[in-house]
């Protein structure tokens, strides 16, 4: 909720998709700088005493926001201190995401591991999809300070419903240079060729999640003519795609190749979103988003579950740190990418780059990593 929101809101400050791109990349800049000192803390210390510490970020930044907002001359200050809080709350996420992958190897046994982890990811497909049609429901009835504010007091809620948790299984490994841990979890990267071909994938099949949540809000605004109630429920219909791809995945990850199907789906969602960018029509702009949701949350809940089945506990936090890490930057490295290219040429010309480029690479993925391509 809170990057959608920092997106749209500073698309409005500042009328540029440049500055709209500059903020949503500041959110994973972070990952860049200290994703391998956070898979070392998370392999080293309690995974749940880690992420109700760095939960507090999310708290802090909202409330930070909500009061900026009502006093009068922040628009003099929102050029750096929207980046600045985007900034920091990338740090959080930065140890949360990897967090959560990696807290669940100590909630479960190892054979349950990768249906647990589809799971989580079905869980944060949820509130992914329902983000945009919160935050449109009360922007267009409320200020921004009371959306800020709305969204602090769900962060709130989420801390609170992490100390129920009990981990059955405590990571325990011996302490070493943080550098010199991070190596250690490259190196087991490097040694499983199934693990990095998947991570390497990661890169194509997230390709379209920066431009989506970019450009594909002013997209439906300047395009499509929606308000903001209209608009976040149209952003909501790609979350209602992403769950059922979730769902989708449970089903048939064990009746069908994986490998390839990750590669088709990926194939299927960029090809699904260049086709969108020339429609002007609201109803099969839904469905073609739709389409895409379905076909990107089917891929992206089969990868971490697959990395995670061959990942073992010690190394967990280390492994899903760099698969965080991959996570966060490719979207922040195309969101911005192809913000500035939008505002050259022009965002459905560029929603069309963005896609057949998403789909050349997913064929070429099928076609030349081998390990990915006979994964079962």
């Not at 919160?134 to 007091?153: A, N, R, S």
Request: with cysteine.
């Amino acid at each position: 909720m809170y990057v959608y929101a920092m997106i749209i809101y500073s698309r409005a400050l500042s009328s540029s998709d440049g500055f709209t791109g500059l903020v949503y990349i500041c959110n994973y800049v972070p990952a860049l700088l200290i994703s391998f000192y956070a898979g070392t803390v998370l392999d080293h210390f309690p995974r749940k005493r880690v992420l109700l510490i760095f939960q507090t970020s999310f708290i802090i930044t909202s409330a930070i926001l909500a009061i900026a907002v009502g006093y009068p001359g922040f628009d003099r200050v929102s050029y750096w201190l929207l980046p600045a809080l985007m900034l920091m709350n990338g740090a959080a996420l930065a140890f949360i995401i990897p967090g959560r992958l990696a807290l669940v190897g100590n909630l479960v046994q190892p054979a349950n591991i990768p249906r647990a982890t589809m799971f989580l990811h079905v869980m944060i497909i949820i509130g992914f999809g329902l983000a945009p049609a919160i935050v449109g429901v009360v922007k267009q009835h409320y200020e921004w300070q009371t959306l800020f504010i709305v969204i602090g007091c769900l962060y709130f809620f989420a801390y609170l419903f992490l100390f129920p948790v009990k981990p059955e299984l405590e990571n325990r490994v011996e302490a070493q240079d943080a550098l010199e841990s991070f190596r250690e979890g490259i190196r087991f990267v490097k040694s499983n060729r199934l693990i990095l071909e998947l991570l390497l994938f990661t890169f194509v099949g997230l390709a379209i999640v920066g431009p989506i949540q970019v450009l594909v809000p002013q997209f439906a605004k300047t395009v499509l003519l929606l308000n903001e109630q209209q608009r976040g429920f149209y952003m909501t219909t790609l979350g209602v795609g992403l769950l059922f791809g979730g769902m989708i995945a449970q089903f048939l990850g064990h009746k069908f190749p994986r490998g390839p199907l990750m590669a088709q789906c990926s194939l299927i969602s960029g090809l699904s979103m260049a086709v969108l960018a020339q429609i002007d029509h609201l109803v099969p702009s839904v469905l073609l988003l739709g389409a895409a949701g379905v076909f990107g949350g089917t891929m992206s809940t089969l990868i971490p579950a697959a990395i995670q089945s061959q990942t073992p506990n010690e190394s967990r936090g280390r492994v899903m740190s760099i698969y965080t890490l991959i996570f966060q930057m490719t979207p922040a490295i195309t969101g911005f990418l192809l913000s500035q290219l939008a505002d050259r040429i022009g965002i459905p010309h560029t929603l069309v780059v963005c896609g057949v480029a998403i789909g050349t690479f997913s064929l070429a993925g099928l076609l030349f990593l081998p390990e990915l391509r006979r994964y079962r």
